[in-house]
């Protein structure tokens, strides 16, 4: 009998050995905790811009993507499954907020931000070009953009272009907070 006809076959399979399945869950879970050990040690070292890129965090994240395709092939070749084990899923919002605050419009089942950034530098010839024009180009692009998301069916709650941070929207926006760069 052939891997497809045993693992992907429409009957079912009684002698399944899950102790494979168990040791790759096991050692990913494993990799995970040296993760949260390692992240809040560099953390405590560093920036969270420098600590995503720091030479520790990288490996163990590519450490932990191979073993979540080692269990995946484990469950795969075990069961004759396609695990989706690396979604990130959110639940729904508990009340007219998502998970950051930001207040949903009515009849939606979820709303979440979504990020765009540029590093964009000018060239030193000619000698006259600045970054000022970039926001203004970003500025007319997300206009662009956001009316494409409103024909698409989506409702474009908030949008906003900034320069030098990330952009804030309604309640993130803490009255103490300098917004000299954003727009």
Known sequence: MSHEDATHGPAPMPAVDPEPM?????????????????????????????????????????RIG???????????????????????VWGQAQDSHDSHGHQVPD??????PFYLGFLVA???????????????????????VAGRLLDAGYEVVEWAASRGQAAVFGDDVDEDEDEEGDR
Do not use: C, K, W
Not at 107 to 112: D, F, L, Q
Not at 123 to 134: E, F, K, N, R, S
């Open 22 to 62: 168990h040791r790759a869950v096991d050692t990913l879970a494993a990799a995970l905790h040296e993760y949260v050990g390692t992240a809040v040690g560099v953390r405590a070292e560093f920036g969270a811009a420098e600590a995503d890129e720091d030479p520790r965090i990288l490996a163990l994240e590519n």
């Open 66 to 88: 191979q073993l979540n395709a080692t269990l995946f092939d484990r469950l795969h070749d075990g069961l004759g499954m396609h695990p989706d084990l690396t979604s990130s």
């Open 107 to 112: 009849g939606a089942v979820i709303a979440e």
């Open 122 to 144: 000018a060239p030193q010839q000619p000698a006259d070009m600045t970054l000022d024009g970039v926001i203004e180009l970003l500025d007319e692009t997300g206009e662009e």
